[in-house]
């Protein structure tokens, strides 16, 4: 007989794969779980730090435009169009300008944006996360424009659209910007110099007749759009005066409102201007004769309209200027204020010469001045569609006594 064997029963392995299949199933859930709870967090963190940073542009963009008073409010709106409301949905916004923390803790123009919130997961839910919190933070700030420039000439393809000639000498506390495409857009010549930080020219200059520039121009620079554009210009109402005229050693105080056809003053007079803004609606502002005239706090908005073609602004026959433009206000810094929409107009003519103390930015931008302007400003920018000097000059940049600095404000980027 053949020896009994044992039967070894089969072992059942459906428990086993089942079970591992159960564990593996759960573990893989749970991951895929937490990749959509890492999307869904990804996607809050993304659309938050979008609300940061247009809340920074648009602080700085106030503050460009309009001064730092309200600063806080454009920010917080521009998070809401972005869909993030300071007080809302566990939502909190803080502004600070200058910013509390990084690179720019100085900087005025810099505006930092903190968004900071929650978001609730679906699956870290289960695993106890209930909500988890979320911030973003953006910083925007002004650039410079053109490293801080106070002389532009606007003019695309003009020839000696800035010129300088007959023994000038001209200095520059801030950079130049030469528009100009032209082989001839700088003109150098006849013994004179010119001293500036920067100078940067769109096509070429000439130099010659023993003149000197210093440093010598950056040639074939980007051209810059109009530093002003953005200032709005003041609204023309009815004449309040007509073929306005001093003269005769008089002596006279000026309010502000609309002269139509300009205003004239010669012959010795004396006239102090009131603060405010004075629109010139054609025949522009003639001064001559040695005639004196003052004001602090004024603005003159050059234009034509009611019948009055538009006139130029002359400074001539030994006149005695002392004028400053506005310290706060839209018009913050703006002295000569040229109507954009003259396409083509008479030039421009500041000789007063040494004598002439004229605190504030002279803009024409569709026009050409010329320009003498002495040295005893705080602070001079000229803008315009040409420039020629006709007399030495100092172009200063102390913008102290502007309550948002200098009116040329660079674009705003972010930064951080």
Known sequence: MRPATSVRPKRRTGGFVLTTMAVVTAVLMECIGLAIDAGYLELIKTRMQGAADAAAVGGAQEIKANGSANVASAAKNDAALNGFTDGQNSVSITINNPPKSGNYTTDSTAVEAIVTGSASPIFMGLLGFASIAVKARGVARQGSVN???????????????????????????????????????????????????SISVVGNYSLSGGSSISPLPTTGAA??????????????????????????????????????????????????????????????????????????????????????????????????????????????????????????????????????????????????????????????????????????????????????????????????
Do not use: W
Not at 257 to 277: E, K, L, Q, R
Not at 389 to 403: E, M, R, V
């Open 147 to 197: 490293g801080g420039g106070c002389l532009f000439t606007l003019d695309p393809t003009a020839s000696s659209a800035f010129s300088l000639s007959g023994g000038v000498q001209l200095t520059s506390k801030c950079a130049v910007q030469v528009n100009s495409s032209s082989a001839t857009a700088m003109s150098v010549s006849g013994g004179t110099s010119l001293t500036a930080p």
């Open 223 to 416: 051209s810059v759009n109009d530093p002003l554009a953005n200032i709005p210009a003041p609204s023309v109402g009815a004449c309040n005066y007509t073929n306005y005229s001093v003269s005769g050693g008089a002596t006279k105080t000026l309010s502000p409102g609309v002269y139509c056809n300009g205003i004239s003053v010669s012959g010795g007079a004396d006239v102090v201007f009131n603060p405010g803004t004075y629109i010139l609606e054609g025949g522009g502002l003639q001064l001559s004769g040695g005639c004196t005239v003052s004001g602090a706090g004024v603005t003159f908005y050059n234009t034509a309209g009611s019948g009055y073609s538009y006139g130029g602004i002359s400074f001539s026959g030994g006149t005695h200027d002392i004028l400053s433009a506005p310290t706060s206000g839209s018009l913050a810094g703006i002295l000569f204020f040229q109507d954009r929409s003259i396409a083509s107009g008479a030039a421009s003519s500041f000789s007063g010469g040494a004598s002439a103390i004229l605190n504030g930015t002279l803009y024409f931008p569709t026009t050409a001045l010329s320009y003498s302007g002495g040295t005893g400003t705080a602070y001079t920018i000229l803008i315009s569609k040409k420039i020629s000097f006709s007399g030495g000059a100092t172009l200063n940049n102390d913008y102290s006594s502007l309550t948002t600095g200098s009116p040329v404000k660079g674009s705003v980027a972010l930064s951080e």
